[in-house]
């Protein structure tokens, strides 16, 4: 019964020999639970998709077992690509323009692990046999629900990671054979093409030509639940940044009582929190100032490094909104802190 809390990977830097081996889908992760007419769509973090996607709970109604629990990826395809952007559309309050973009651009879903079946719940039994369950439970199904193609071979994984990004997928999954299907942990491990984080936006300052946003100020919660600042994302045309302005109206504040960074003014509260507008010797006599948001929004970001753990250490590269995340869920673990890769196989004497 719902809500289980999918499980999930954490980066690392190449793939990993000896593993099962799956595409990694640019997509909405959801949970499917199908109790003979009764399906439900729950999401990472196990609210409902349900009402968001009516066009695919009649075709898992049609195609699924009478009674299982699914794990795999809401994706849409427009022009042989997968279009995330496309999906997030779909979050909408009006159950009118829902069912149009059904109709217009209707998902698929793609399974990748069987937690149970009938009246078995398969989260303690191996890998490999739930891969066997869910090969056979869903023999024979038709689009648009798949079976997530999978290898033993890292030859051939290698392969999908170079050649599935055209398709609009962002890397490779690689799972132990053995592994029991643990809720909300990072025991799968993912090998992306770019390294991204989701991030809180809270504030934004303003561009120096004029009333429109210059850059956003980006926040991940700390273990003790404080939103810490950790960069900005700034790359945007003339014409995106004063659509910002509009899009972000709703959740400006007056001021920035009641905000989690309102104490960014005070030099003494940057020893204890990471905040905007940090004095230091590079900012001189700059206009730090910014707007507040209402950190209730969250976007992807694309970074190269972590500065201490604690920060980006360049501007990061805003790549969308992400409606299906909340701003809790936005946390320094996601990150795996980053990524390492051995210095001497880059020197390494070439074959």
């Known amino acids: 019964m719902p809500p289980v809390k999918p499980m999930l990977a954490k980066s690392v830097a190449k793939i990993p020999p000896g593993m099962h081996y799956e595409a990694k889908w640019d997509g909405f ?122 290898t033993t071979d890292i030859e051939v994984a290698r392969q999908w990671f170079e050649q599935y990004e055209g398709a609009g997928l962002d890397g490779v999954i690689a799972k132990p054979l053995a592994l029991r299907y643990l809720q909300d942990e990072r025991a799968m491990f993912k090998v992306k093409h770019e390294r991204t984080a989701d991030v809180v936006v809270a504030g934004y300052r303003l561009h120096k030509s004029g009333p429109v946003v210059g850059s956003l100020l980006l926040g991940l919660y700390d273990d003790g639940g404080a939103l810490q600042h950790v960069g900005v994302s700034a790359a945007f045309s003339m014409a995106r940044r004063a659509e910002l302005v509009e899009e972000l109206e709703p959740l400006r504040m007056d001021d920035v009582t009641g905000h989690p960074w309102a104490a960014w003014a005070e030099e003494s509260a940057h020893e204890t929190a990471r905040l905007p507008g940090a004095p230091s010797r590079w900012s001189g006599k700059k206009d730090l100032s910014w707007v507040p948001l209402r950190p209730e929004r969250v976007c992807e970001v694309a970074y190269d490094h972590m500065e201490n753990g604690a920060r980006f250490r360049h501007t990061a590269r805003f790549r969308r909104w992400r409606p299906d995340r909340t701003p809790q869920s936005c946390t320094y673990a996601q990150l795996e802190e980053p990524v390492r890769y051995d210095l001497a196989e880059i020197f390494a004497p070439q074959a």
């Open 29 to 150: 992760r959801a949970i499917v639970f199908r109790d003979g007419d009764e399906v439900e769509l729950g999401s990472r973090t196990t609210k409902p998709l349900t009402r968001y996607f009516p066009e695919l709970v009649a075709a898992l109604k049609e195609r699924l077992p009478e009674r299982c629990v699914l794990d795999g990826e809401i994706v849409i395809a427009r022009e042989g690509r997968l279009d995330f952007d496309a999906l997030t559309e779909r979050i909408h309050p009006a159950d009118s323009r829902v069912r149009m973009l059904a109709e217009k651009t209707p998902s698929s879903f793609v399974a990748f692990d069987l937690l149970a079946l009938a009246d078995q719940s398969l989260l303690d039994v191996p890998l490999a046999d739930r891969r066997a369950l869910l090969v056979m439970a869903l023999s024979g199904v038709t689009a648009p629900v798949h079976v997530a193609p999978a």
